[in-house]
């Protein structure tokens, strides 16, 4: 599905929500985040983008009330629980399934369009691809499913580290099995991994000191929007301790990390770029 057909779904079924209430007033859609308003400029641009090339635009035929989470997912339930409060068309979700999550948790009536990295079915958003039922749909771009590909590329680029560490969220959804799949990939090529556990930015500067003692020579950092919101402190104690780390965006190598392997947000959303159901 192409990023225009995508936001005429959302367009559409803001405009038959509105329909449906039999309201005179502009259709709302809330932006529900788990970033915040400046790592989501490249989503921002092109729903904008999108929303314009179907004939919606802000201000003048619909109005969005933004939420940003900003890492903090103790936040998520009551953003979430306040746009229901609103009474918005539809919920748009950004920042992976534990925002998704929380808006399907807040309600069963509004429609819910995610943008996710992993599968919605294993996450519970959808009963299936094909037929998602409920009142949820959207795009996943499996993002998680990389970690084989990530492990190899940084025995590639440090053929010499004994350990690799990752760093991953144990609130994300889906950490655990991150986590096992990485664990399985680099016993997989026989490589020793020291798995961190991170979820406060004090404890970003403990895991550094961690794989620092524990000597590392490279670092994967785990999809999750907590870490896109703290990708200045991740770079720069990256660079501090000289050691190369692979990330899961390609904004945050654009940042001035050193590599990255996964999706783009911006190229996801490009009009000649390919969102997958």
Known sequence: MRRREFIALI???AAWQAGAR?????????????????????????FRQGLSESGYV???N?????????GQYHRLKSMAEDLVRRQVAVIVTSGGEITALAAKAATAKI???FNV????????????????????????SFL???GTKQIGLLRELVPTAAVIAFLVNPDDPGAESRINDVQAAARTVGQQLSVLRVSTEPDIDAAFA?????????????????????????????????????????ELAVAGGLMSYGSSTAEGLSPDGRLHW
């Open 144 to 146: 998680f499913a990389l």
């Open 111 to 113: 429609p819910i369009v």
């Open 210 to 250: 961690t794989l620092v003692q524990q000597r590392a020579g490279a670092l994967l950092v785990s999809a999750g929007p907590f870490f896109v919101t703290r990708a200045d402190q991740l770079i720069a104690l990256a660079a501090r301790h000289a050691v190369p780390t692979m990330y899961f965006r390609r």
């Open 11 to 13: 367009g559409g079924v």
């Open 22 to 46: 039999a309201q005179s007033a502009m259709p709302v859609i809330g932006y529900f985040s788990a970033r915040s308003r400046e790592t989501d400029v490249p989503m921002l641009a092109a």
């Open 58 to 60: 802000e201000g003048t």
């Open 117 to 140: 990295g992993g599968d919605p079915v294993r996450f519970g958003l959808v009963a299936s691809l094909n037929q998602p039922g409920g009142n949820l749909t959207g795009v996943t």
């Open 62 to 70: 619909v109005a969005i009330e933004f939420r940003w989470g900003v």
